[in-house]
């Protein structure tokens, strides 16, 4: 079952992209990080007195530094998928899990023990050669800052999923650990608006305006299912099935954005896919229990 929490909120935040897709036609990345904040925070502090969940935490500093990671990375990842095809920018996300695997490979580099991470040294240098691929369009399209943010997205992303899988570890309710990343969303969002400014109402249409809410409501189902999914899910099944989320992408980039995904674009894809399930076996048998991917 926890399983099929991860690909229904691959589903949701694929989903999302739609709608920041949409709504980037008229309102600034930070706008609508924002925005997807304070919907988050009104809808989980919903949940919250529903459920009787207290809000004081006992580790409000793990809190703060997931918030500052996960909020760096949406705020990255709100760039890309306004400037980048929905699919590719999806992809460059999802590089997280490659990541941390990068991270892994480091931190063993640091202590002289390389030999042992060799197999998952692998992975990572052919999730890159992955990238290079996916990114090679956006060269030809003078789109290479986009993807390079889209890049910093899935750093940002792997740093948070660390801080998730510990708050999970010493029992943080899914509910509140998603309701302190919805306050930190917004904060990010706020003091990007302070540089950015917000769109005058009259530059608005109803066609970017109507996805604000759902923005904020699709982030927060998947948000509340990729957590649960990974605080009581098989690290393995559950981190190799959130990919399904690029699945999703693609097939909404073909279909409401007519967009023209290159023969070599699709190679990439494939190929970090295959090396995120990849390092995440590789991880999972090195290492037990290893940070596990959340969005």
């Excluded at 970017?208 to 690290?235: D, E, F, K, N």
């Amino acid at each position: 079952m926890q399983a099929l929490w991860m690909v229904i909120g691959a589903f949701f935040f694929a989903t999302m992209g739609v709608g920041v897709k949409f709504a980037s036609a008229d309102f600034d990345p930070m706008e609508l990080v924002l925005y997807r904040g304070l919907v988050s925070v009104v809808l989980v502090g919903w949940a919250l007195r529903l459920r009787g969940t207290a809000l004081k935490t006992p580790v409000p500093a793990m809190h703060a530094w997931r918030s500052v990671a996960g909020g760096t990375a949406l705020a990255t990842w709100f760039y890309a998928i306004a400037h980048l095809p929905l699919a590719t920018a999806l992809t460059m996300n999802y590089m997280s899990g490659i990541w941390v695997a990068a991270f892994i490979v480091g931190g063993t580099l640091l202590y002289g023990r390389l030999e042992r991470q060799g197999p998952l040294l692998t992975t990572v240098l052919l999730g890159f050669v992955g990238v290079v691929l996916t990114l090679r369009p956006t060269i030809d399209q003078n789109q290479l800052f986009a993807g390079l943010i889209g890049m910093l997205s899935g750093v940002s992303a792997a740093l948070a999923y660390v801080q998730v899988t510990a708050l999970a570890r010493i029992g943080e309710p899914v509910e509140r650990t998603v309701f302190y990343f919805s306050i930190g969303t917004a904060l990010v969002g706020l003091i990007g608006v302070a540089f950015t400014g917000f769109t005058p109402l009259e530059a608005i249409s109803w066609q970017a305006a109507i996805w604000i809410v759902p923005i904020g409501l699709l982030a927060s189902l998947g948000q509340w299912c990729m957590t649960r999914a990974y605080s009581r899910g098989h690290t393995l099944v559950v981190a190799s099935l959130q990919y399904s989320g690029i699945v999703f992408g693609a097939f909404f980039s073909l279909i409401l954005f007519d967009d023209n995904i290159p023969l070599i674009s699709w190679m990439g894809m494939a190929l970090i896919i295959a090396s995120g399930v990849g390092a995440t076996v590789l991880r999972e048998r090195a290492i037990p229990d290893t940070p596990a991917e959340e969005h």
